[in-house]
């Protein structure tokens, strides 16, 4: 089993992320940011990675660490559960349909992080959660999982479909990127032998 934990704690936030990357995508969230951790349980849903992500942060002063450290606490788990990358698809994409909306994710698990951006919301928050933060999220976890991942909201209106139409697709991006290929036979998926760098 593909799996790791995360234990963090610093001044800003106390975390403990457990992941599962040959899991059925059942979740156990709670960062105490109601529509964050919806967004979270989307992604563990519908990227069958099942995910305990428990965070007590400092959401008296903002939202900002708590979004960060959960994406980057995840991203950690991910990396560490993927070994060396053995067998892995590597690549992954998904158009995502909700409603009027349409997004389309595509991520290569290359160990060089990047995050292309172009999606955008018409107000300040969703919830309680400052709508600035979302690109924050992507941009912290591609950091630390070491993912190449382009995100672009093709059309849509309603912003909480346009946010839940873009973790929905980078999750199922990253199911199929995790993914073992039997045809692989466990090598490396990179002619260079190695994925990062």
Known sequence: ??????????????????VNLDGTGQFDVSTGIGFLDHMVEQFSRHSLIDLTCRIK???????HHTTEDCALA????????????????RYGHAYSPM??????????????????????????RLGEMDTELFEHWFHSIAQTAGLTLHIELLYGANNHHICESIYKGF?????????????KQGAIPSTKGVLGG
């Not at 942060?57 to 939202?63: E, S």
């Not at 995840?74 to 698809?89: P, R, S, T, Y």
């Open 171 to 183: 999750a199922r991006a990253m199911r199929l990127a995790v993914e073992i290929d039997p045809r």
């Open 99 to 124: 409603d009027e909306t349409l997004s389309r994710v595509a991520v290569d698990i290359s160990g060089r992080p990047y995050l292309v951006w172009k999606a955008a919301f018409s107000q300040a």
């Open 1 to 18: 089993m593909r799996t790791a934990r995360i234990e963090r704690k610093t001044h800003e936030t106390d975390i403990f992320v457990e």
């Open 57 to 63: 942060g400092d959401l008296h002063v903002d939202q």
């Open 74 to 89: 995840i991203g950690q788990a991910i990396v560490h559960a993927l070994g060396d990358k053995g067998g892995i698809v």
